[in-house]
């Protein structure tokens, strides 16, 4: 008994500090590596890599994991053992029933296909993209067969990002958030306030935005001694180790309060990750998050539940204000307040509003599904995602650059990835009414800029329990239920019916 | 042949990919990793290097290396390849003479030791360092005992930096190179120009810094798509990859000539790791260095020979005023040229001027040698130290803190190392002689800041070779000699000479 188990907790010792290093790789790469720096790093990544993978399917660590399972003692382990072992045997599995060759040749192919995007991207042409996304999608196809979960062949896709989640559920929350948005929408469109929407060309220089997104990580309770911000193309969040979590920005878009917001969002993932109880869980599969969905509800409640929100824009207008140009100088904050949350159909997923955001999710979601299903195919992609847009923003995209090949998703593999957004959103507003109907005083408390007792929540509600349960559990838990679109439209409707005056 | 070829390659290729990863981890750790980061950074550099070892003494490459060497073919090979198996075999064969439980001890000694210094000298308090320093010259010389080169037992730690290099050797050169530097600096402290040498007390922003060290590392020709400068304590050079050579500087120091010619120095390092042939030697043993102390010629050599030289401030001076504070406006280049050159006795070695710089050097391989070879104690170090510095500069540390603990190289079990500083400079003079020698041009291309002739010199005769050669057949290929304190020393004469008008 004690021996399988010291050794499966070594083994995933090592494994988090491969992760670890592995982390490192990926994050000098996004933010200081020279250029030509790039071929010796894909070296040193499939390296690592491949040494994690070996360890994951090795017979060893399996034959460890399977006496100790059936083993008669395992029921008397202490939870943190059992949920341990529980977590770690259906990783393994699942690791061990995808043939090492196809994982290279899914690595082989998604390298190929990065670059083949990008190239598309830049030159908005989808036909460059189609040959390397055919053969993605047959693999994404043949990887589910390995797997095969019950029900529709996209479930296995899903479930990797979404323990637990699958399409029917997916279809029935996705389809009611939709016609509920777009009639939202709808409404909005023909308000008196729409119309006289307010346009503010915002110029900021670098250095304020930087000090701006400064004093958000700072009073979010970001600590110092643990994280940092720096600057990537895309903005993201890594760890490095349980005592080092970072998070980018980007400050070289147009709209300064893109880097205020992406930094809200990441500050949000980072202030999970450094939440789940290190000492307890470290260098274990559970101190991971269950989902990406509910890894998402973090950063979506502090981005839009916190950060969109009036209360927080009492207390932080002044403070943005301050490092502004003078453009803001006599604006109101009502105005402003407005300004933050216009609504405004767009082309674009990561520069979406609030309200059409999930939108854009759940178009992939819908071409995700029919792709795996057989129903299209790559090459019609172009075509249908422009007539969804048509259907559900009012939009056409001029060209595949701002549609169909915008995000980098596809070309790596991650199929399953998007619904994961929209479920965050979802989560985020049931997190968020669950602690303003239990503390009435966190709105005062936000209006101070003062957010202790919101981490304190979130902490003691998800965070702390790292992966030993499921995202599904973890919000019926702490919401009384699992996934409700309904809280999240409800959410939707009072603050934007307001805004407009509808 | 083939396959133990490609065996050895493929290992080779492995241990190179982690040599990338290992300075990736120390690089961060030295730059950007949030202080808690600690304690997981030390488990990744641990398991990587531990990797690392288990690959260099695994006996299926020893067998195949042995096979391959003792072949009747192996004289066959095409000369690089026996070149990486017969340096690779010397490697391997030394890194197995150690046995791993030793390497176990050493790693967790000098974990001890470094906090323990660290302490030791913010209290300036020696006593507190003793036992570390005790245990680790135990391990050293029982290090020695394994090894165990004929000679004098420092032998063996010289040699582990410096090929070939011996006690007898440095003993000749550096007891002349004490005696003339001595020389020279009493001839100095007599002299009228001494007496009236300019105090300036520079006050540079960082940025400005900043910016001057960005020209340097332009001017000296550093690729910014294969490199890049940051900041850190210590000034520093690292490989992440081939195309991948970073450089740190600090900005912080009262001087701000302290960040512009450490920024010289380490551009020299990282233009000699990008100057050994790439394609060629790629993934190889004898893609390194042969020795430290070629490594440090190449430094020297920008930062004493080239950047502290007349003719570049010809060149530089204008640049640097415009970048610095009103101080420099009416400030003759000629007084400038001397206080940049001012010869004080000083404590620190960092902080030394480029003729006393070798004497703290020579003390500290005296200590060493005497040390190793038991003719010493470690707790009898401070007041030897103490009388050494009073017999080669005539000052005496008023603490430990700026006399026997101002290095952190014993606390990491580093014993050997600091010769390779003198034996840089001394290079780093024979280098220039023969450059110059061949292509008086060359001082001018110095005064109009054009020093591509002097890398593509370098390159060929330095770079070029890798570890094909030993440090010795190198500079005995080049200047036609090998290590010789009088080319150095008549440099010496000439500038210091000719300076304070002796």
């Known amino acids: 008994m004690k021996e399988p188990l010291d050794f499966i907790y070594k083994e995933q010792k090592e494994l988090s500090t491969f992760g670890g290093i592995a982390a490192l790789l990926g ?84 390298t190929l296909a990065y670059p083949a995007w990008q190239e598309a991207r830049e030159k908005s042409n989808f036909k460059i993209f189609i040959p390397y996304l055919e053969k993605i999608v047959e693999l994404e196809k043949e990887y589910c067969g390995y797997i095969n979960l019950p029900g529709p062949r996209y479930n296995t896709l899903v479930d990797d990002y979404e323990e637990g989640m699958t399409v029917d559920k997916l279809k029935k929350e996705f389809k009611y958030l939709k016609t509920q948005i777009i009639d939202i929408l709808e409404k909005i469109k023909t308000s008196r306030l729409f119309k006289k929407q307010h346009e503010i060309d915002l110029k900021f220089p670098i250095e304020k935005q930087r000090e701006i997104c400064n004093i958000v990580i700072e009073t979010m309770l970001l600590p110092k001694d643990k994280s940092r911000i720096d600057m990537s193309t ?37 202030l999970y990750e450094l939440g789940v109880p290190r000492d307890e869980f470290k260098y274990t599969v559970i101190s991971d998050s269950p989902s990406l969905g509910l890894h998402e509800s973090q950063s979506r409640f502090w981005e839009n539940m916190i950060c969109r929100s009036k209360h927080f824009w009492n207390y932080f207008y002044p403070i943005f204000k301050r490092k502004s140009p003078d453009q803001l100088k ?107 109907d239990e503390n009435p005083s966190i709105l005062s408390n936000i209006e101070k800029g003062d957010f202790r007792n919101i981490i304190i929540w979130l902490r003691e509600n998800v965070h702390k329990y790292g992966r030993m349960m499921t995202a599904d559990e973890i919000i019926k838990n702490a919401c009384g239920e699992g996934l409700n679109a309904k809280v999240f439209v409800n959410y939707l409707k009072n603050k934007y019916y307001n805004l407009y005056d509808i």
């Open 27 to 110: 994050w000098d790469q996004m933010t200081y590596m020279p250029p030509m720096g790039a071929s010796d790093r894909s070296e040193q990544t499939a390296l690592i890599s491949r040494l994690s993978h070996e360890k994951v399917i090795s017979d060893k660590l399996w034959k460890h994991i399977e006496n100790l399972s059936k083993s008669k003692n395992f029921e008397n382990l202490p939870p943190k053992d059992k949920a341990v072992v529980t977590r770690l045997k259906k990783d393994v599995e699942k690791a061990r029933m995808i043939p090492s060759s196809f994982v290279e040749r899914m690595v082989k192919t998604t």
């Open 234 to 270: 895309h903005p993201f969040t890594t760890s490095m180790g349980y005592n080092d979590v970072r998070i980018t920005t980007n400050y070289e878009r147009k709209n300064p309060l893109f880097s205020f917001f992406s930094t809200a969002h990441e500050a949000g993932h980072a």
């Open 330 to 436: 006599d604006l109101d904050i009502d105005i402003w307040y407005r300004y933050v949350n216009s609504v405004k159909p767009s082309f674009i997923r990561v520069e979406a509003d609030e309200l059409t955001y999930c939108l854009h999710v759940i178009l992939r979601f819908e071409l995700e599904n029919s792709l795996i299903d057989d129903k299209i195919k790559v090459s019609e992609l172009p075509e249908i995602w422009n007539n969804k847009m048509d259907e559900i923003l009012g939009i056409i995209p001029k060209n595949d650059k701002d549609g169909v090949l915008q995000d980098m998703h596809w070309s790596g593999g991650n199929f399953g990835y998007f619904p994961t957004y929209a479920i965050g959103s979802i989560y985020s507003s049931q997190l968020f009414k669950k602690l303003t």
